[in-house]
């Protein structure tokens, strides 16, 4: 979505997206792949932090409702900083172009 919003193109929001899991016990985002083989679960998302609206949800592992809470609720940290960094991406090539 970032592409999106870099060409103009009208968007409800720009779409974030990581996964996060669980380790060894800990929680964890931004999975590698090899992360993803040992994972005791693991759980993409695609999220609209502004909109704060999940565009996908998929996990993948058995685990307790609290991780799974707790494991959405990282995700969507994750994204939410992911889209701050986006913004000033955008922003910052908009102003070297002219637009502010």
């Keep these: 979505s970032l592409a999106l919003a870099d060409?103009?193109?009208?968007?409800?929001?720009?779409?974030?997206?990581?996964?996060?899991?669980k380790i060894d016990g800990h929680y964890v985002l931004d999975l590698t792949g090899e992360e993803e083989e040992i994972t005791e679960c693991d759980l993409p998302i695609a999220y609209m932090p502004r909109e704060k609206k999940f565009t996908l949800l998929q996990m993948d592992g058995k685990i307790s409702e609290e991780d799974v809470k707790n494991i959405i609720n990282l995700a969507i940290k994750g994204c939410e900083i992911l889209y701050e960094h986006q913004k000033k991406a955008l922003y910052e090539k908009w102003a070297k172009e002219g637009f502010e």
């Design 7 to 21: 060409a103009g193109i009208q968007m409800r929001d720009r779409v974030t997206s990581v996964a996060a899991g």
